[in-house]
C-alpha cells in the first residue's frame, strides 16, 4: 500500500485489512514522504499490531514506492491496496481461494463499489459499471484495448510473475494498465472473483484525476505498441484493417499504430457526412459496405457511450467474431 499524504482516510484503509477474515497476511505500507502526518497515523496504526509493516522514505513517486512494497512483501501472494480505499472483510479469503482453485490464472481483481456520488461523478460511475462487466479471462482479454480491466486496488497476484516479467515502470503512462498489457502480451491468464469486495473511492485529489499520466491520451500511447503486435500476430497479411470510427479524435489516436507498424487501409463511419470521403487517402465506408470478415479486419475506435454495443451488434449480425473478425479498442 503506496502512501502520501492520507492522514485522513488510511485509518479506515488500514482497518479493512485488520478486519480480514484471512488472516495470514502483512500490510506493508510505504509512506513516500508524506507531509501532513501520515507517518504518525502509521505508526499510531501500526502499535501492536506485528503484521503491519511501515517503511518512511523520501517522496519518489508511486511506481518506485509499489516497487519497493512488493520487494519487501515476504508472501508468494501479492495483493494491491489504496490508502483511500476499503477492502470487504472476505476480499482476501475469496481471492487466496480463486487463485488456489486455479493455478492457471496469475492475477485476480474483484468487482468493486464505486465511492462517490454517481450523479455528480457519473462519468466515473459509468466506468465502474463497464469494470464490473468483465469478469471472465475471455472478457478481460478482449477488452484490454478498451481501458484498463481492474481497478488497480482490488487485485491480487503470484509473485512469480514480477520475478518473470518484471514489476510496474515508471513512464508517462498509466504504471498499472502497463503492467497488465504486458503481463497479458506474455500469456498471463487474469479474471476477477464476480463479487463486490472493494469500495473504490473517487476522491478529488486522485492521481488518476490529477496526473496526467492518466489522461485518455496517455491511455492510448501506452496501448498503440501492445495493440499493435497483437494486430501483427492475430491478423493475416491478406486482410486488410478498417477502423471504425473517421472522427478527428479517433484518427489521430489511430496514427499512434501506424507509427508501430498498422497499415489502416480506410475507416467505418455511421455519419453520412464522412461517409465517401477520403482521410489520408483513406477511404470512409458506411457499416454496410464493410466486406466480409475473410477479407477485413475491423477495429472500433469510438469512444462515445453506446458505440461499442452498436458495433458488436451490427458486426455480429454480420457474422464477425469478436477477437477473431473485430476487437475494440475505445
Same mark, same amino acid.
Given at each position: 500500500?503506496?502512501?502520501?499524504?492520507?492522514?485522513?482516510?488510511?485509518?479506515?484503509?488500514?482497518q479493512s485489512i485488520v478486519e480480514q477474515a484471512f488472516t495470514d497476511w +502483512?500490510?506493508?505500507?510505504?509512506?513516500?514522504?508524506?507531509?501532513?502526518?501520515?507517518?504518525?497515523?502509521?505508526?499510531?496504526?501500526?502499535?501492536?499490531?506485528?503484521?503491519?509493516?511501515?517503511?518512511?522514505?523520501?517522496?519518489? @513517486?508511486?511506481? &518506485?514506492?509499489?516497487?519497493?512494497?512488493?520487494?519487501?512483501?515476504?508472501?508468494?501472494?501479492?495483493?494491491?491496496?489504496?490508502?483511500?480505499? +476499503?477492502?470487504?472483510?472476505?476480499?482476501?479469503?475469496?481471492?487466496?481461494?480463486?487463485?488456489?482453485?486455479?493455478?492457471?490464472?496469475?492475477?485476480?481483481?474483484?468487482?468493486?463499489?464505486?465511492? @462517490?456520488?454517481?450523479?455528480?461523478?457519473? @462519468?466515473?460511475?459509468?466506468?465502474?459499471?463497464?469494470?464490473?462487466?468483465?469478469?471472465?479471462?475471455?472478457?478481460?482479454?478482449?477488452?484490454?484495448?478498451?481501458?484498463?480491466?481492474?481497478?488497480?486496488?482490488s487485485v491480487m497476484f503470484r509473485r512469480e510473475l514480477v520475478e518473470r516479467?518484471? @514489476?510496474?515502470?515508471?513512464?508517462?503512462?498509466?504504471?498499472?494498465?502497463?503492467?497488465?498489457?504486458?503481463?497479458?502480451?506474455?500469456?498471463? +491468464?487474469?479474471?476477477?472473483?464476480? &463479487?463486490?469486495?472493494?469500495?473504490?473511492?473517487?476522491?478529488?485529489?486522485?492521481?488518476?484525476?490529477?496526473?496526467?499520466?492518466?489522461?485518455?491520451?496517455?491511455?492510448?500511447?501506452?496501448?498503440?505498441?501492445?495493440?499493435? /503486435?497483437?494486430?501483427?500476430r492475430h491478423v493475416s497479411a491478406r486482410r486488410q484493417i478498417l477502423v471504425?470510427?473517421?472522427?478527428?479524435?479517433?484518427? /489521430?489516436?489511430? +496514427?499512434?499504430?501506424?507509427?508501430?507498424?498498422?497499415?489502416?487501409?480506410?475507416?467505418?463511419?455511421?455519419?453520412?457526412?464522412?461517409?465517401?470521403?477520403?482521410?489520408?487517402?483513406?477511404?470512409?465506408?458506411?457499416?454496410?459496405?464493410?466486406?466480409?470478415?475473410?477479407?477485413?479486419?475491423?477495429?472500433?475506435?469510438?469512444?462515445? /457511450?453506446?458505440?461499442?454495443?452498436?458495433?458488436?451488434?451490427?458486426?455480429?449480425?454480420?457474422?464477425?467474431?469478436?477477437?477473431?473478425?473485430?476487437?475494440? &479498442? &475505445?
Open positions: 500500500m503506496p502512501v502520501r499524504n492520507a492522514v485522513a482516510t488510511v485509518g479506515v484503509a488500514v +502483512e500490510l506493508v505500507a510505504v509512506d513516500d514522504g508524506s507531509t501532513d502526518g501520515t507517518d504518525q497515523r502509521l505508526r499510531q496504526l501500526g502499535a501492536g499490531e506485528p503484521r503491519i509493516r511501515v517503511v518512511y522514505r523520501p517522496a519518489r @513517486g508511486i511506481v &518506485a514506492a509499489l516497487n519497493e512494497g512488493m520487494a519487501l512483501a515476504r508472501g508468494r501472494l501479492i495483493a494491491r491496496m489504496d490508502a483511500d480505499d +476499503e477492502s470487504h472483510p472476505e476480499r482476501l479469503a475469496q481471492q487466496v481461494a480463486a487463485l488456489e482453485r486455479d493455478p492457471g490464472s496469475g492475477v485476480v481483481g474483484t468487482r468493486v463499489a464505486f465511492g @462517490g456520488d454517481p450523479l455528480a461523478q457519473a @462519468g466515473y460511475a459509468l466506468h465502474v459499471a463497464w469494470l464490473n462487466a468483465l469478469v471472465t479471462r475471455r472478457e478481460i482479454s478482449l477488452n484490454r484495448f478498451v481501458e484498463s480491466p481492474f481497478a488497480h486496488p516479467h518484471g @514489476g510496474y515502470r515508471d513512464g508517462p503512462f498509466p504504471e498499472d494498465y502497463e503492467l497488465w498489457l504486458r503481463w497479458l502480451e506474455a500469456g498471463v +491468464e487474469m479474471a476477477k472473483v464476480p &463479487a463486490t469486495l472493494l469500495t473504490w473511492n473517487d476522491p478529488p485529489g486522485r492521481l488518476s484525476r490529477t496526473d496526467p499520466r492518466y489522461d485518455a491520451e496517455a491511455f492510448h500511447t501506452c496501448k498503440a505498441p501492445y495493440l499493435a /503486435r497483437w494486430l501483427a471504425w470510427g473517421a472522427g478527428r479524435p479517433t484518427r /489521430r489516436r489511430a +496514427e499512434w499504430l501506424v507509427r508501430h507498424g498498422v497499415e489502416i487501409h480506410g475507416y467505418v463511419d455511421v455519419d453520412p457526412q464522412k461517409i465517401g470521403r477520403q482521410f489520408a487517402g483513406r477511404p470512409v465506408v458506411g457499416p454496410d459496405a464493410v466486406p466480409s470478415p475473410d477479407a477485413v479486419f475491423i477495429l472500433g475506435y469510438v469512444a462515445k /457511450r453506446g458505440a461499442r454495443e452498436l458495433i458488436r451488434d451490427c458486426l455480429g449480425r454480420r457474422g464477425y467474431e469478436e477477437g477473431r473478425d473485430f476487437l475494440l &479498442a &475505445a
